[in-house]
């Protein structure tokens, strides 16, 4: 069984700062892109940022030089660092990888995490 677990969020003011972890556990064989999404109230889920294993990293325009996602492959671990923060960034944030699991080790699937809610104050 494969797990995503994150951390973090919360209530924090315009312009301040938010760190989301995410750490993946379980019967993993081997992890791709891992990243980050988020769902705006009565919006659909959007991309926040994804980072390859190499350390290749994608950002949504609207968070580009603001948000930095960072990764850690022997804790199978990322971290989206959210700086300069703005009430449209908040959301329900998940952490998403893509896992070969140690059961089915032939194909790469999409694991979510459970969510975690990030509310920007004005």
């Known amino acids: 069984q494969v797990q995503l677990v994150e951390s973090g969020g919360g209530l924090v003011q315009a312009g301040g700062s938010l760190s989301l972890s995410c750490a993946a556990s379980g019967s993993i064989s081997m992890i791709d892109r891992m990243g980050w999404y988020r769902q705006p109230p009565g919006e659909e889920r959007e991309l926040v940022a994804t980072?390859?294993?190499?350390?290749?990293?994608r950002f949504a325009d609207s968070v580009k030089g603001r948000f930095t996602i960072s990764r850690d492959n022997a804790k199978k671990t990322i971290v989206l660092q959210m700086n300069s923060l703005k009430p449209e960034d908040t959301a329900e944030y998940f952490c998403n990888a893509r896992i070969r699991s140690s059961a089915m080790p032939v194909s790469f699937l999409d694991y979510w995490g459970q969510g975690t809610q990030v509310t920007v104050a004005s």
């Open positions: 980072i390859s294993t190499s350390g290749s990293t």
